[in-house]
């Protein structure tokens, strides 16, 4: 009802399990999916996976009560753009759907903190180094300015025009941070870039 109240939004389906949630996403081809973990036959990380790699200009925003760690990092690894608990007021689920479509990614607070604290339980110890993860592959000046950016909410595009680069340079760029930090979704840069942000 809330979201169908929204003049920029319109509900085009609605699933009860995972299984029915990635059939839909492949026939709607939705901008945007609400995702429950917690659901029968296929879980929300397993289907956060397969629409993710089947459509990626849906953007996925996990809505869940669970509070497992591991869950967390599984659903951000899977591919999901942003992260909210079922908790969250009405103003900031909206807000969230609609920084998605702008090409954001948003987690609140507590996940922020929970997926961080996977990734400080799996990475490596830091090296003497100034950066972290080994010497070959530290981050270059311009490197370190396009993850800053990312962790800003910016796309490809609105980093290229800040950078005076080309867009396809940029994404040459991204691909090779995200080799060296070892993420898989710009979800993740945006969290390691946090690491070195204040609060």
Excluded: W
């Excluded at 799996?122 to 311009?142: F, I, M, Q, V």
């Excluded at 760029?173 to 390691?192: C, G, N, P, W």
């Amino acid at each position: 009802m809330l979201l169908s109240m929204q003049a920029d939004m319109d509900v085009v389906g609605q699933a009860r399990n995972g299984v029915e949630a990635v059939e839909l996403a492949q026939l709607l081809h939705p901008d945007v999916v609400l995702m429950d973990l917690h659901m029968p036959l296929k879980g929300g990380v397993a289907a956060t996976r397969e629409i993710t790699r089947d459509l990626p200009k849906t953007q996925i925003l996990v809505l869940t009560t669970l509070h497992d760690d591991e869950t967390v990092f599984q659903a951000v690894r899977a591919g999901a753009h942003a992260y909210l608990l079922k908790d969250a007021d009405e103003n900031e689920l909206l807000e969230t759907i609609r920084a998605l479509r702008r090409g954001e990614s948003r987690l609140s607070p507590q996940i922020a903190r929970k997926v961080m604290d996977q990734f400080r339980r799996l990475a490596p110890p830091p090296s003497a180094g100034p950066r972290r993860g080994d010497a070959s592959e530290a981050l270059s000046d311009k490197e370190e300015r396009i993850l800053q950016l990312i962790s800003e909410g910016m796309i490809n595009r609105q980093i290229a025009n800040v950078m005076c680069l080309a867009e396809g340079t940029v994404k040459n760029y991204v691909s090779r941070i995200m080799e060296k930090l070892h993420a898989s979704t710009r979800t993740e840069l945006a969290l390691l870039a946090g690491q070195t942000r204040p609060e």
